[in-house]
Antibody, heavy 118, light 105 residues
Framework: QVQLVESGGGLVKPGGSLRLSCAAS????????MSWIRQAPGKGLEWVSY????????YYADSVKGRFTISRDNAKNSLYLQMNSLRAEDTAVYYC???????????WGQGTMVTVSS | DIQMTQSPSTLSASVGDRVTITCRAS??????LAWYQQKPGKAPKLLIY???SLESGVPSRFSGSGSGTEFTLTISSLQPDDFATYYC????????FGPGTNVEI
């Protein structure tokens, strides 16, 4: 079945780095755009980053621009988010989501928790 | 940047009620609007895309309408499984979510 599984979350100190991964299965990964979306504890949803199917087009939210890098490996059916210079306000559950130009975020992973704290 | 607002922020309702949630965009987004349902500890689930298209597998008691800057999500007869938080989201220009509406008993 169509599935996205995130991994790589954890506890990191302010200023530290973390790399999230998202493994896709059940669909042709290389045909789809992908995104990362996060949700701080008790808060709403915030879009973080988007990457086109080939990886040639990338967008970031202003809140993470210059600190986060999205990438993908279509041969490995995987999406990544490299997070540098982490701040307390980056603490959140991070979701990867399949992104369709008509159907928006149609498939979501279960999320991985990132906690930035000293 | 396009801003999204939702009203109400919290909605108290009973099983069988007709429920309407409103979403407004700060500028026209045509019909590029989606609605999601999220339950505690779970990932959001797509309900409606392109303002009024029902996602496959979603019960027909959910419907969406609107275009431009004003949109609504309607649940025709609220069921016990529908108590959750609902988010609208624009995808006309990048992506922006509304603040959410908590539908509670």
């Amino acid at each position: 079945q169509v599935q996205l599984v995130e991994s790589g979350g954890g506890l990191v100190k302010p200023g530290g780095s973390l790399r999230l991964s998202c493994a896709a299965s059940g669909f042709t990964f290389s045909d789809y755009y992908m995104s990362w979306i996060r949700q701080a504890p008790g808060k709403g949803l915030e879009w973080v980053s988007y990457i086109s199917s080939s990886g040639s087009t990338i967008y970031y939210a202003d809140s993470v621009k210059g600190r986060f890098t999205i990438s993908r490996d279509n041969a490995k059916n995987s999406l990544y988010l490299q997070m540098n210079s982490l701040r307390a306000e980056d603490t959140a559950v991070y979701y990867c989501a399949r992104t369709d130009y008509r159907r928006a975020f149609d498939i979501w992973g279960q999320g991985t928790m990132v906690t930035v704290s000293s | 940047d396009i801003q999204m607002t939702q009203s109400p922020s919290t909605l108290s309702a009973s099983v069988g009620d007709r429920v309407t949630i409103t979403c407004r965009a700060s500028q026209s987004i045509s019909s590029w609007l989606a609605w999601y349902q999220q339950k505690p500890g779970k990932a959001p689930k797509l309900l409606i895309y392109k303002a009024s298209s029902l996602e496959s597998g979603v019960p027909s008691r959910f419907s969406g309408s609107g275009s431009g800057t004003e949109f609504t999500l309607t649940i025709s007869s609220l069921q016990p499984d529908d108590f959750a938080t609902y988010y609208c989201q624009q995808y006309n220009s990048y992506f922006t979510f509304g603040p959410g509406t908590n539908v509670e008993i």
